[in-house]
């Protein structure tokens, strides 16, 4: 095990590991992401030096951090960027009174950077265009059974059941009736595919500005503007690469900043003009907020392939 204690400087604000790291979490079962009942959490990553497990936990101003497996001297040089020391929240000047009122209320909420592409890039490809619960599932199911057990104390030490993703070449060998029986259609499954060939390369988009590390992550066939956002948004932790493309996303930005539950994407692009720099952090307080409009749609329907 290594060790780490970081103190955020001067002006960073209240650490909220819950609202930095949350959007890390792919539904209340992930594999690779567990809150602890003592306020901690823990996160599996599969580094550049290998497998490893990072437990952090708030204490006072500080975090205290505990990582284990090849990835921990990694994984604890990347910690304050994790917690959000590369964000500037001072940026973001708001122009409504909800954004004003949501921001003031959460002020320990920074743009987390994982520094990682493909580890937000598959639960990405894997939410296209399904329900999050079925996304979700199949998330769970393939990590479990593909991925090595998370290294670290194991439960009979308090630590979680936990596991990191696979690897790049694992990935490219899981046979088509897994993709199957995750329920994971061919679409998805060959998108996937594609992109663990060319890992090497999309990885390196971590050292690009977000416009060209999306550029490069839609140059792989099946990931469009709004895969590539949901990843640069976490592994850059890009604080103006807002979502389009999303079923819901419009009508809530639409409704909170305008009264438009009827908004599409280019009305939400105009609605978010006056934070360009800052569209996704005011998109996430709207989110946050909780001011969405009354359903009058009904969900979208579930579709379990792996029964067909």
């Known amino acids: 095990m290594r060790q780490r204690s970081w103190t955020p400087p001067e002006g960073h604000g209240p650490l909220d590991l819950g609202l930095v790291l949350g959007p890390l979490r792919r539904g209340p079962a992930d594999p690779c992401f567990r809150a602890g009942r003592d306020g901690s959490v823990w ?3 599969l580094t550049p030096l290998g497998p490893g497990t990072l437990r952090v936990r708030a204490s006072g101003p500080a975090a205290e951090a505990q990582a284990w497996g090849p ?3 990694w994984l604890l040089d990347e910690l304050p960027a994790l917690l959000g020391a590369e964000d500037d929240p001072a940026a973001f000047v708001p122009r409504h009174r909800l954004l004003a009122h949501c921001a003031h209320r959460r002020p320990g909420l920074r743009l987390t950077r994982t520094g990682r592409v493909l580890e937000s890039l598959i639960p990405s490809v894997l939410e296209q265009k399904v329900t999050t619960d079925e996304a979700y599932r199949a998330w769970r199911l393939l ?3 593909y991925g090595v057990p998370a290294p670290g104390p194991g439960p009979e030490a308090g630590m979680p059941d936990l596991y990191v993703m696979p690897e790049p070449r694992t990935w490219a060998l899981i046979p ?3 993709w199957h029986r995750a329920g994971v259609d061919d679409k998805r499954a060959a998108t996937i595919l594609r992109a663990v060939r060319v890992a090497r ?6 050292t690009m500005p977000p416009p ?4 490069r992550l839609e140059l792989v066939p099946g990931i469009g503007p709004w895969t590539s956002a949901e990843v640069i948004q976490r592994s850059h932790g890009a604080p103006d690469e ?3 493309g999303d079923l819901h996303l419009p009508h809530i930005v639409g409704y909170a900043l305008a009264g438009d539950r009827d908004a599409d994407d280019a009305a939400m692009l105009r609605l978010l003009e006056p934070y360009a720099g800052q569209r ?4 996430r307080l709207i989110l946050l907020s909780g001011h969405a409009p009354p359903r009058r749609r009904p969900k979208m329907r579930r579709t379990d392939i792996s029964k067909w």
């Not at 060209?212 to 550029?215: G, L, M, S």
């Open 176 to 178: 088509s009736w897994e």
């Open 201 to 206: 390369r999309l990885e390196e988009a971590v």
């Open 143 to 145: 990590v479990r059974r």
């Open 71 to 73: 990835g921990a001297a």
């Open 212 to 215: 060209q590390a999306r550029a």
């Open 242 to 244: 807002v979502t389009v």
């Open 280 to 283: 996704h952090r005011a998109a």
């Open 43 to 45: 996160r599996t990553c």
